[in-house]
């Protein structure tokens, strides 16, 4: 009986669901997770805090996390954009990371920009 020769689990794992292969691309990955996290931290200090206010800035930590998260947004999409123009890279989950940092970028500027 012949032996089949066994791939490491990096490997398969690249070929199934596209881990991206430079630095660049697994840090973009890293900061949209950031993003995440910071959303969850955000939603749970909520009802902590009260709630927010009339204005933005009424509360200062829903206010502060809210910019965190978006900051870490954009930057992984800016970050991600980077990594495929200058290094190379193919990774689909960088391209969803640039997609989803150029929507939060869209929709923070559309808050800012027009008003309600």
Same mark, same amino acid.
């Given at each position: 009986m012949a032996a089949t020769p066994r791939t490491p689990v990096a490997s398969w794992l690249r070929q199934v669901f596209?881990?991206?292969r430079t630095p660049l691309g697994r840090g973009a990955i890293a900061l949209i997770g950031l993003h995440v996290v910071t959303m969850i931290v955000h939603r749970l200090i909520a009802p902590i805090t009260g709630g927010g206010g009339q204005r933005f800035f009424d509360n200062p930590w829903m206010a502060g996390t809210l910019l965190l998260a978006g900051a870490f947004?954009?930057?992984?999409?800016?970050? =991600?954009? %980077?990594?495929? &123009?200058?290094?190379?890279?193919r990774s689909i989950l960088?391209?969803?990371?640039?997609?989803? =940092?150029? %929507?939060?970028? &869209?929709?923070a500027a559309g808050e800012v920009l027009i008003p309600h």
């Open positions: 596209g881990l991206p947004a954009v930057g992984g999409g800016s970050l =991600g954009a %980077f990594a495929i &123009v200058a290094r190379g890279e960088v391209f969803l990371t640039v997609l989803y =940092g150029l %929507f939060v970028l &869209v929709f």
